[in-house]
């Protein structure tokens, strides 16, 4: 069975996630994605910024300005990227029910 989107690379979903809660410069998005993947996902400066411009031209996220600040770049999620972080939320959902499910029904066959 072919899944109807294929699911984005850890960083690109990191990002995502980080921006969802609102527009952020490279460094804040690093913290965030550190502080929601509890230190799994480390990340440089040299993959986030790649990592971003593969974002931009896949349409998920875009450049903002914040406060007239020029001197730092600020990204925000794209209306398509909010659409591709709900789809990929949704599988990984899907995916976690199924394995509590599965673990349930093993433990009980177990027994």
Request: proline share 2%; aromatic share 6%.
């Amino acid at each position: 069975m072919k899944r109807s989107i294929e699911l984005l690379p850890q960083l690109s979903f990191c990002i995502l996630l980080a921006l969802s809660l609102r527009p952020r410069h490279g460094y804040e998005i690093i913290q965030q994605v550190e502080q929601d993947s509890l230190g799994r996902v480390r990340v440089g400066a040299g993959g986030l910024y790649v990592t971003i411009q593969k974002l931009i031209d896949q349409g998920l996220i875009e450049e903002t300005q914040i406060d007239g600040n020029r001197r730092r770049r600020y990204y925000q999620l794209t209306d398509e990227g909010k659409s591709r972080l709900h789809a990929e939320l949704a599988y990984y959902t899907n995916v976690s029910q199924l394995t509590r499910l599965r673990l349930s029904l093993e433990n009980s066959s177990s027994l």
